[in-house]
């Protein structure tokens, strides 16, 4: 499996997805800096509020990220034979799927951990440190954990139905998400659509307030993420090991 997901990063060495998601990313931070120095008042109370909403857009904005880049990522294997050469190495539809899954969820963590790191980096150098590191932390964390969700989904789609089926999967989770999580209309029913739980963990957990009450909330939905994750993973794998893809 280790050495399915060398030959992906390998294979889009060249790829300009990973290059543009990294630089997108940073630029992301840089603009969101930006933004925060315009403010006439820069107190912490407002310092706080940069900070989510930092988060807020990281997780929108990689959520239909995933639904554009996961495409391109396989474009290699697609124009090599329309999956062809993956299908037929001899080595079980499941490992291939896995190890799939595992190089998208690489890409994204380093794409966030640039984005947050440098985010902090800058308003750390500006003087603006008032925000707890393991705040940070805690809440990078719990984005990894629920933007990791829907690449199985986007991941299929894309088998199935390539760019356009991926775009329109990311359409919807990211407006779903956007009203359900950020307004009064997804109050009572966030809790059933996970990809809105890092939109929600985002508004919830206020930089500066974090009380032990939402942070325990929040890691028990991460857990019952982790679960469904897993269940994704034995659905989808199931799926690719039956599924006749079309090869050229």
């Known amino acids: ?5 060398k030959a992906n990063f390998l294979k889009n060495r060249h790829s300009k997805v990973i290059i543009t998601s990294c630089t997108l990313s940073s630029m992301y931070s840089i603009l969101s800096v930006l933004i925060f120095l315009s403010y006439e008042n820069q107190s912490s109370r407002q310092i706080f ?3 989510n909403w930092f988060f807020l857009g990281l997780v929108i904005l990689s959520q239909f990220a995933l639904s554009i880049f996961i495409p391109f990522l396989f ?3 697609k124009e090599a034979g329309n999956y062809a050469y993956d299908l037929r190495l001899g080595v079980p539809r499941e490992k291939i799927f896995v190890s799939k899954y595992i190089y998208v969820s690489i890409i994204l963590l380093i794409v966030e951990l640039i984005s947050v790191v440098l985010f902090t980096f800058f ?11 393991l705040q ?14 829907p690449i199985c989904i986007y991941l299929i789609v894309n088998y199935k139905y390539s760019y356009n089926g991926t775009l329109l999967i990311g359409v919807i989770f990211s407006l779903s998400g956007i009203l359900l999580g950020t307004t009064a209309l997804g109050t009572n029913i966030w809790h059933f659509f996970p990809w809105t739980w890092g939109i929600v963990a985002c508004e919830k957990l206020k930089f500066g307030l974090f009380n032990r009450f939402e942070i325990l909330k929040f890691y028990r939905i991460g857990v ?4 469904l994750i897993l269940i ?3 659905l989808s794998t199931y799926w690719f090991k039956k599924a006749e893809i079309k090869t050229n």
């Open 123 to 133: 308003e750390f150098l500006l003087g603006f440190d008032q925000v707890p590191i």
């Open 1 to 5: 499996m280790i050495n399915i997901i």
């Open 49 to 51: 509020k940069i900070y």
């Open 224 to 227: 019952i993420c982790i679960f």
């Open 75 to 77: 474009t290699p294997d």
């Open 232 to 234: 994704m993973l034995l």
């Open 136 to 149: 940070i932390i805690l809440l990078s964390f719990l984005v990894f954990i629920f933007l990791s969700f």
